[in-house]
């Protein structure tokens, strides 16, 4: 199953999703845009938890 998040899956009014066939790639993805997009966010054990909790299974 390929794995998928977007920030609207967390409340955010950003049109931002991803899809990948792993959770680790997808989380690589997610890291990629909160550093480049969402710098209010601060990634650490708790936000992770609770970004991971959002994906969905496609």
Not at 2 to 15: H, R
Not at 45 to 58: D, P, Q, R, W
């Amino acid at each position: 199953m390929i794995k998928s998040i977007s920030c609207s899956d967390a409340g955010k009014d950003c049109g931002w999703a991803a899809t990948a066939p792993t959770e680790k790639e997808l989380m690589e993805k997610v890291t990629q845009h909160v550093i480049e997009s969402h710098k209010e966010i601060k990634l650490n054990t708790e936000s992770i938890s609770k970004i991971k909790s959002l994906i969905k299974e496609i």
